[in-house]
């Protein structure tokens, strides 16, 4: 990732822990936002700070998603009614998980061509 904290195409996550992730055989410490654009820095360290806000960049290119994948950490929580009424409004399906599941499932979406986002919080331990 550049120093702005994006990398210009959307990748696959080779790996998870330890407080960020691998792709592009690059490491990135910290949560992320895999997104159609390009990967990048994604400024929110549990579920509690996630919010229609916090998702701006992804509602910014819903038009390109059939999917938006989130990673909630180690626990599935239950998010902002608000999230979903936007997405939905646009047409896209959200899914909330642990974050193991959502790279997973993200890796597989993005390996068959699919319009797939993932806004993924990090975690310290790989499940």
Request: aromatic residues 6%; glycine residues 10%.
């Amino acid at each position: 990732m550049n120093s702005s904290g994006h990398f210009p195409r959307q990748v696959g996550i080779d790996a998870y822990g330890n407080g960020g992730f691998r792709f592009a055989e690059m490491s990135h410490k910290g949560s992320l936002l895999c997104l159609p654009d390009g990967m990048r820095a994604w400024n929110v360290g549990t579920a509690a700070n996630l919010t229609l806000a916090s998702l701006q960049p992804v509602l910014d290119l819903a038009d390109r998603l059939d999917v938006l994948l989130l990673g909630l950490g180690p626990d599935i929580v239950a998010i902002d009614p608000a999230i979903r009424a936007a997405f939905r409004e646009r047409r896209v399906i959200v899914e909330p998980t642990q974050t193991g599941g959502a790279i997973r499932t993200y890796n597989v979406l993005l390996a068959e061509d699919r319009a797939v986002a993932a806004a993924l919080i990090a975690v310290e331990k790989a499940r």
